[in-house]
Structures are given as structure tokens and as C-alpha cells.
């Protein structure tokens, strides 16, 4: 019986239990990307005062409406969405059926590369008018990565798509 045991321990590590935020043997792990460590705080902050409201319908509902909202003035595609929280890619493409769809890449995103470090519980309070873009990118919901014509391309694009009624 113990060697039973200790045969299950030695195959049922802590890196096979742990989900893809804390990675190996329950140590907080966290991409090596600009401004996470500000966004990650002020998003997990604005949930839990509830500035941020927890999503009551299903995600691919509000990746629909992001998509009837977004893809048809996207600046540049595809860039990657990355969820500071729940620790999730997405490649943002543009596609009529959703703003957001499986990460393609083999290997996380490079320094460097155009992407937006959010929460689709920020889109989804935009999209509910329950906060500004102005607001979210003042407090840090929605930060983007990559080079400056690109990000500033990608910015002037949330702001002129979420201040339209």
C-alpha cells in the first residue's frame, strides 16, 4: 500500500495539479510582460469592490457582441488577448463569429509583440456601459503592449468604438 502511494506522488506532481496562473508547486506565476504587474492588481482590486461586476452571461456571448462592436474597424490583426487573471490567450482576428478565438501560437507571445493585457470582465462592463474606455485605461484594466504605432492605433480604436452609443 505504500508503495502505492508514493508511486502516486511521484506521478501526480504539483505542476500536473496546478492551473495555468500558478503553475508549478503552488508559486504564483505570472508572465514577464510590460505593466502586468500593474494591470493584474487594479483588475483583481476592481472585482472585488465590485467596480467590476462578475460576468453573468456565457463568454461566447460577449465575444459575439465584441465582434458586432470591433472587427469591422480593427486596425491591426491578429494581435493576442491575454487574461491577467485567469491566465488565458486568445488571438484577436477579426472573425464575424467572435472578437476572440484560440490562441494559434506554439509558444506564449514575445516581448514586444502587440497585445492587450485585460479581462473579458472589462469588455464585458464596457460593452454594459457600467465604465468608461477613458476610465479602464486610467486605472490600468486595459493595458496594451507593443510597439507605440501599434498600441497607439490599437487605443485610438477602443476609445473611438466604446465612446460611440
Not at 121 to 142: P, R
Request: proline share 5%.
Amino acid at each position: 500500500m505504500n508503495r502505492i502511494v508514493w508511486l502516486l506522488l511521484l506521478i501526480v506532481t504539483p505542476t500536473a495539479l496546478a492551473c495555468n496562473f500558478h503553475q508549478d508547486r503552488g508559486r504564483l506565476f505570472v508572465p514577464n510582460y510590460p505593466a502586468i504587474m500593474l494591470t493584474l492588481p487594479s483588475i483583481i482590486e476592481a472585482s472585488e469592490s465590485n467596480e467590476i461586476a462578475q460576468i453573468q452571461k456565457p463568454h461566447a456571448m460577449i465575444n459575439w457582441l465584441l465582434s458586432q462592436k470591433l472587427n469591422s474597424t480593427m486596425p491591426v490583426e491578429p494581435f493576442t488577448f491575454y487574461q491577467v487573471v485567469e491566465g488565458h490567450y486568445s488571438s484577436v482576428t477579426g472573425h464575424s463569429s467572435g472578437w476572440l478565438s484560440q490562441y494559434q501560437g506554439e509558444n506564449k507571445p514575445k516581448l514586444g509583440e502587440l497585445m492587450i493585457l485585460s479581462e473579458l470582465s472589462v469588455f464585458n462592463a464596457l460593452l454594459e456601459q457600467q465604465i468608461t474606455i477613458e476610465q479602464a485605461f486610467d486605472q490600468k484594466w486595459i493595458t496594451i503592449n507593443g510597439p507605440k504605432a501599434q498600441r497607439q492605433a490599437v487605443k485610438t480604436w477602443l476609445t473611438q468604438a466604446f465612446n460611440q452609443s
